[in-house]
């Protein structure tokens, strides 16, 4: 029983491809398989409390936080899309009570980057979600509103097409949003910075209103993705409620379902897109409860 919770817990490949998962259930024994199909495998996501101030914060550096979990250990940046378009896809809960101005997802650095955010509601059914992109002295925008209550699946995506610059909002693969640059792009010029989940700063632009958080994130997020080009309506359809193995285009990938309970090492969120770009909670009191 231990060689079988030892092979299965540290040796699956989480970050692997669908030929390095199946390679791996291939060389389990018949015992070890049955050990294998108890685990549960669709369970768990990232839990945000603003009372706890939960948030994840993942550098931009392959391998360099978890070294030994990690296949890329090349310490490069790897969310910078430079001149290519960005897609940020997800599952978001936005909660029936009334929430502050909070940031959703963030990279900033200065005034590029991107911020995904939720500006807040009080008494109503719906809350807004608002899209930032900037570099520079440009900057889009774009908003929407996804029913309170229930786990929404967005896709926010920077389309780069040549000559029509633009932000494209879809909801549960309906476009919802869309924002047209006036003026191309060039990079972002972010590579460095961070990227925080349920936490970030003020987003200033010359493109819009300067969005200013209160206080962290009150919601919930699961299946998070980053992609370094656009999402189809035929991919978020068939693709929005089944695990993604990883591709050239998959650039960051978070399940959220990482074992809960008091161990060593349950602060981390796992990168299943092969970058080695794991995170963690920066609240380490409260990581095991939030997922």
Do not use: C, W
């Not at 911020?115 to 109503?124: F, I, K, L, P």
């Not at 993604?244 to 981390?268: C, H, Q, R």
């Amino acid at each position: 029983v231990n060689v079988a919770f030892s092979r299965i817990i540290n040796n699956y490949p989480f970050d692997g491809t669908a030929n390095d998962v199946q390679t791996f259930l291939d060389g389990l024994t018949g015992f070890e398989k049955y050990i294998f199909d108890q685990f549960p495998k669709y369970k768990n996501f990232a839990r945000f409390i603003t009372s706890d101030s939960t948030f994840i914060s993942v550098d931009d550096f392959a391998g360099t936080s978890l070294p030994t979990l990690s296949r890329d250990k090349t310490g490069q940046s790897i969310l910078d899309p430079g001149t290519s378009s960005i897609s940020f896809e997800m599952k978001y809960f936005a909660p029936d009570e009334t929430t502050n101005p909070s940031v959703i997802l963030q990279k900033l650095s200065g005034s590029n980057g991107f911020s995904v955010v939720a500006s807040g509601s009080a008494g109503s059914a719906d809350e807004r979600i608002q899209v930032y992109f900037s570099s520079a002295s440009i900057g889009l925008s774009a908003s929407f509103d996804v029913p309170k209550g229930q786990f929404n699946h967005i896709v926010a995506q920077f389309n780069r097409l040549a000559g029509q610059q633009r932000l494209e909002i879809f909801v549960d693969s309906l476009l919802s949003a869309t924002s047209s640059a006036v003026s191309e792009f060039g990079n972002i010029d972010f590579a460095v910075s961070p990227l925080t989940i349920g936490s970030g700063s003020a987003h200033a632009s010359p493109g819009f209103v300067t969005f200013t958080p209160v206080n962290t994130l009150t919601g919930a997020l699961d299946e998070l993705r980053i992609f370094h080009a656009t999402r189809s309506i035929d991919d978020q359809k068939a693709l929005s409620t089944q695990n993604i193995y990883p591709s050239d285009a998959l650039k960051l990938y978070y399940k959220f379902n990482e074992v809960t309970g008091t161990y060593g090492g349950n602060t981390i969120v796992l990168d299943g897109s092969g970058n080695s770009l794991h995170g963690s909670y920066e609240n380490s009191t409260v990581a095991a409860a939030s997922r």
